[in-house]
């Protein structure tokens, strides 16, 4: 393990010559006394999905063993807003395997994630890493598979006109510097994101490009690797997290919202996840795509609605979630097309012979060790709220799985690639206040096993209703200032 720690970008890692997962109280106290880290941050996840902090000082190693022994009282009603004031008191106990290096302060910091017990000691039924890891528990025990997860964070950075070479709207696919900006801080975020546990694909200019005023607004993405659906959850809001740091270290401005301007590609919250057993993936076969896959897929089709209760938090979600913008609005699925709700992409099935022929010299071909299909779900954007959209995602595979109707749906519900979308398919909501309607109907499953509490889904529901947006579209129509307004309101939304 050693080898592989030291070339690891989380510091505490390659010191520790360790994985993360196998780290100990007595781990993290060697390497602050190694390091002469001074202070030590406790993190958590907020109801609105943000990352929360709490700052130690410790002045002995005494009082350092009590913080990582003991943990720390917070206000859950200050936290949560559906929790009361009366019973607000609850625990957050550091998780030893998150612990990282934080990268942006002047002062010798570790961080760690933590989760929320309750006045008994118990995991808090709520917290967004519980329902997690409820979600996930639920589905090996039911069906013998781990889900696994893996995000595609799209974002813009805002800045002032470049007269020297001006980027084109809607032209920035994998565009390069000049003509694509700040890939710079992209990279930045890029490489604290795995100092800090991030287990990163690859980042890339999008479509994005934006000019308003004098303004341009530059759109970027970052892909994860698939990882553990509990691990997906927490680095996507570190993630999060890195980005804005970075580029308000920079005097930038970035925006996740899923629409800021009509007409422009919207940023998007791309799910994509695949399932194991015994270690491999059990969406394939010698064929190709497999039943396990379909009724995966069916899962996701029929709660589609539902899901967007947690992956389409603001009025802008809906703005995006629309026809020819390579979003989707029509419950359906294909192979590779990027306008389909669920998409199936290339899954390197029956290529080994392209490192061959692109290198001649080349004679070995590294074999996969995990067979890397993956299904995608696009209609999520940048206000998720990602621990309850993750958690929400393993329920679906759940129901998909152990549901007949849901293997029906994908067999009816599948759109070959060249083939026009009848007029009558089932639409995904069209408004938040929609969306909560939707949940209200399938919330039976979210509360199922006890997986999502029957008040956090109030809350919700609630939360949903309280943008009063049913009949947007036609309320903004010739209404400029209405849509600024709302833009503006949901800026930094997730």
Known sequence: MRETASICPNQIVRHLGKPAEDFTKQDLVKFIADRQIQMVNFRYVGGDGRLKTLNFAPNSRKHLDQILSRGERVDGSSLFNWIPASESDLYVIPRYGTAFVNPFTDIATIDILCAYYTREGDPLASSPENIVRKAHRVLQETTGYSFEAAGELEYYLFSEIDQIYPIIEQKGYHESHPFSKWGAIRREA????????????????????????????????????????????????????????????????????????????GSGLHIHMRLLKDGQNVLVDATGLNDTARRLIGGLLCLAPSLTAFGNTVPTSFLRLVPHQEAPTNICWGDRNRSMLVRVPLGWQGVD???????????????????????????????????????????????????????????????????EHPADWDQLPGSCWEAADKLTHDREHYEAHDVFPADMIDQVIAQLRSHQDHELSEKLYGNADALYDIVKANLHCG
């Not at 800090?196 to 690797?225: C, T």
């Not at 621990?387 to 994908?410: C, I, K, P, S």
């Open 190 to 265: 890029m490489h604290i994101i795995s100092q800090i546990g991030g287990d990163i694909k690859y980042g890339h200019a999008e479509v994005g490009n934006i000019l308003y005023d004098n303004w341009e607004m530059v759109q970027h993405e970052i892909e994860f690797r698939p990882t553990p659906v509990e691990n997906a959850a927490d680095q996507l809001v570190l993630a999060k997290w890195a980005v804005r740091e970075v580029a308000y270290k920079y005097g930038l401005e970035v925006s996740f919202a899923p629409k800021i301007i009509v007409g422009h590609a």
């Open 353 to 419: 012979g392209m490192i061959a022929d692109a290198n001649p010299k080349e004679a070995t071909v590294l074999p996969m060790e995990v067979n890397p299909q993956t299904v995608e779900l696009r209609s999520p954007d940048g206000s998720a709220n990602v621990h309850q959209l993750l958690a929400g995602l393993a329920v679906a595979a759940r129901y998909g799985l152990r549901n007949q109707n849901a293997f029906e749906t994908a067999r009816k519900c599948y759109v070959e690639a060249d083939r």
